[in-house]
């Protein structure tokens, strides 16, 4: 007969979400969250197949935290959509790493398909409709988990900019002059900022 089962598979997300945001994705392994847990990693196999259910759980995790409840109504259609993705973002950017893992998984990961669906009707009742919905979707979750990458790796208050600055004006003329106003654009600046020039270009 089969040991009880003691773990859920909610402390067990728990524990491999811990170690991406200590360790990055590439530790993320069925031996070092066997580890975090003070198991065996033989024993780590009863409660998930593969690395692949491993990572989709933390998905979950993740997005689990996620408002997925439509914005007041109220608020303008464009204003309800940047509060979808503001959530999103901000649930997400806590946990950077994991963002190549919500491509992934996103289609299987109910908790996002329920962000999906809430941004969808939003659309919709804007009156984007057919290919236009589409695109309209797939820039939005193309432009947030850009934007968390470039957040989390590549930040403007970061060596880079500094770098960028610094570059022979004679050579590079607009990036030097481009990365010095860079210093002064905050992260939320930034990320707002683009999010009006995307909505605008949606027509919203």
Do not use: N
């Not at 990961?109 to 329920?114: F, I, K, Q, V």
């Amino acid at each position: 007969m089969p040991r009880p089962r003691s773990l859920s598979h909610a402390g067990l997300a728990a524990a491999a979400l811990a170690v991406i945001d200590r360790d990055g994705l590439a530790g993320l392994s069925m031996r070092t969250v066997a580890k975090e847990l003070g198991m065996s990693t033989m024993a780590l196999y009863r409660y998930v197949r593969d690395r692949a259910e491993l990572e989709l759980l933390v998905v979950d995790l993740v997005l689990g935290r996620v408002d997925s409840t439509p914005p007041p109504t109220e608020l303008s259609c464009r204003e309800r959509i940047e509060v979808m993705v503001r959530r999103l973002r901000d649930t997400v950017g806590a946990h950077p790493e994991i963002v190549p893992l919500t491509v992934v998984h996103r289609h299987r990961s109910t908790a996002g398909l329920r962000w999906t669906e809430t941004v969808l009707g939003l659309l919709a009742e804007a009156g984007v409709e057919g290919h236009r919905r589409v695109v309209a979707l797939r820039g939005l979750i193309g432009y947030i988990t850009g934007a968390i990458q470039l957040e989390h790796l590549g930040p403007l208050a970061g060596a880079g900019t500094v770098a960028l600055a610094e570059l022979p004006p004679e050579e590079f003329p607009h990036l030097r002059q481009t990365a010095r106003h860079a210093r002064e654009v905050g992260a939320d600046r930034e990320f707002l900022g683009g999010l009006a020039l995307l909505l605008r270009g949606l027509g919203l």
